[in-house]
């Protein structure tokens, strides 16, 4: 992509917020704050982003045994929470009551190479699932753009990656198990218990706990991502060929800066010579951007027209789990709606056009990705072709009041939430965007008539 030549007034933008380097004196290393665990009380437990924390009664429960896991939840009395990786931003995960994890039950329990199925112990990270299934010749079809989340925690919040030829990753679900609120082991599919397999596929851990999941899979494949940095009403306008074209593709966009991060992928063939270079954004930079526009709000525009500017255009070949994910560590809060497709444009342009218009103090970039159409119950691509939108927020700003400025926007054109991620919508509106969301409450309150699995954020979500 060719680079903008350095203008005197460009280079009037640039010394701008080199004003405000002052700001940043004292700003240490340990000031740009990364993804840890870091001054948080034994015994509790927080998300990745920082903003949800809770103390659980007995500390974390990690049952090393389906029958284990199985006997604390038949014993608890009051509400229990499975946890993945903590990746989720919204409150679906905390109880001050019992919250286990699976992390003790990970691994590859059999796979079928005709088929190419595998069935996977549910808290297998993703990052140990792709070279594992590598090893058997299979693939994931696609992936989120970060790999650190178990498999129960991304199916169960309908986690995604890029590309319209591709589904949400539920969608390769052929068989579940699942440990009930009075400890009964499920073995569902679409041939057993197929309501129940159907409303278990997107559950937010509200049906009971996975165990293990058994997904259809593509033989292993190389990618090649290409990523630069273009002016941001080109790259949406150019979108639309890309969607056609790439396996993959998606762009950042800097709104106030005009600049687009974009990544193009496609599938190559395993002649292809193995090629890994660095990841373009640096994450301490990213962090001390993120610290500058926050201290000082008036840079926001000048940092994101530079940051286009010193991003290195890269390609990457390699394996598909190394090519899909990337490294975040500056905590941040999001929120994700999906649009139908053909809104996509409209509605971005009118969340990019908030955000500069009201001076909304933001530096993080937008995120504009497609997803395939799909007919799982909770999916919120269901029924249509999707773009996903999303809005991020440095983790120590205020991310609701961002929130709130672009929510409705989002409602206008009739937009969906991303289960795992910040949205302010409750069980009665919900309601109205998901065909099965009464097939899904029946089957939610046979398997847990007690609410065993709903904290309070659960409960507003499902109960009307
Ligand atoms: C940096 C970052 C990048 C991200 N990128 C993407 C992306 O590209 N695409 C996308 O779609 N999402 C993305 N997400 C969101 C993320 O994929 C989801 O929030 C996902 O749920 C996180 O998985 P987890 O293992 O951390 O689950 P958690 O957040 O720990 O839990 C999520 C839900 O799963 C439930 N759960 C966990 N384990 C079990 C179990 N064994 N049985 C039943 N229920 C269980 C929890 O109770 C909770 O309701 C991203 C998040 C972050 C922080």
Redesign the pocket.
Same mark, same amino acid.
């Given at each position: 992509m060719p680079r903008p030549t350095l203008t005197r007034r460009r280079l009037l933008r640039t010394a701008l917020p080199l004003a405000a380097v002052p700001l940043l004196q004292g700003c240490g290393d340990d000031d740009i704050d990364m993804a840890d665990d870091d001054g948080v009380p034994e015994g509790e437990w927080q998300?990745?982003?920082k903003s949800v924390r809770c103390n659980p009664r007995n500390g974390l429960q990690l049952p090393e045994t389906v029958d284990e896991l199985a006997g604390i939840v038949a014993k608890a009395k009051g509400p229990v929470?499975? !946890?993945?990786?903590?990746?989720?931003?919204a409150a679906? !995960?905390p109880t001050d009551d019992t919250l286990l994890?699976?992390e003790a039950l990970t691994g590859i329990v059999r796979h079928d190479p005709k088929e190419l199925t595998a069935t996977i112990r549910?808290?297998t990270r993703l990052f140990l699932l792709g070279p594992q299934l590598a090893e058997l010749g299979q693939g994931l079809p696609a992936q989120?753009? !970060?790999d650190?989340?178990?498999l129960?925690?991304?199916l169960?919040?309908?986690?995604?990656?890029a590309g319209a030829q591709h589904r949400?990753m539920p969608h390769t679900i052929q068989g579940l198990q699942l440990v009930t609120a009075d400890g009964r082991v499920l073995d569902l599919s679409p041939t057993q218990q197929p309501q129940l397999f159907e409303a278990a596929r997107v559950?937010?851990?509200t049906l009971? !706990?996975?165990?293990e999941v058994t997904l259809r899979n593509r033989t292993k494949y190389l990618l090649k991502e290409s990523t630069f940095v273009m002016p941001l009403d080109q790259a949406l306008a150019q979108f639309a060929t890309w969607q056609r074209q790439d396996r993959h593709s998606e762009f950042f966009a800097f709104p106030r800066g005009n600049t687009a991060y974009c990544k193009r992928m496609s599938e190559v063939s395993a002649e292809t010579p193995l090629t890994i270079v660095a990841p373009a954004l640096e994450e301490k930079e990213l962090g001390q951007a993120a610290e500058l526009a926050m201290r000082a709000p008036w840079t926001i525009a000048a940092l994101q027209r530079i940051a286009g500017w010193f991003v290195p255009d890269t390609v990457r070949i390699g394996a598909s789990y190394h090519i899909f994910p990337t490294v975040?560590q500056v905590p941040f809060n999001?929120m994700?709606y999906a649009v139908a497709a053909e809104h996509g444009p409209a509605c971005f342009r009118e969340v990019v056009a908030a955000i500069c218009d009201q001076n909304l103090p933001v530096f993080f970039p937008l995120e504009y990705r497609h997803v395939g159409a799909d007919d799982l119950w909770l999916s919120p691509y269901h029924g249509r072709e999707s773009v996903t939108i999303s809005v991020h927020q440095y983790h120590k700003q205020d991310h609701a009041a961002l929130f709130r400025a672009v929510e409705p926007i989002f409602w206008k054109y009739d937009g969906r939430p991303?289960w795992?991620?910040w949205h302010s919508l409750t069980a009665a509106r919900l309601a109205n965007h998901y065909p099965h969301w009464g097939d899904f409450q029946r089957a939610r309150k046979e398997l847990d008539p007690a609410g065993k699995f709903l904290n309070p954020y659960l409960k507003s979500l499902f109960e009307v």
């Open positions: 998300n990745w982003a929470r499975a !946890v993945g990786a903590g990746h989720s931003f679906v !995960v994890s699976i549910a808290g989120p753009d !970060v650190l989340q178990s129960a925690g991304a169960s919040t309908c986690s995604h990656g949400c559950s937010l851990g009971g !706990v996975l165990t975040r999001e994700e991303h795992g991620k």
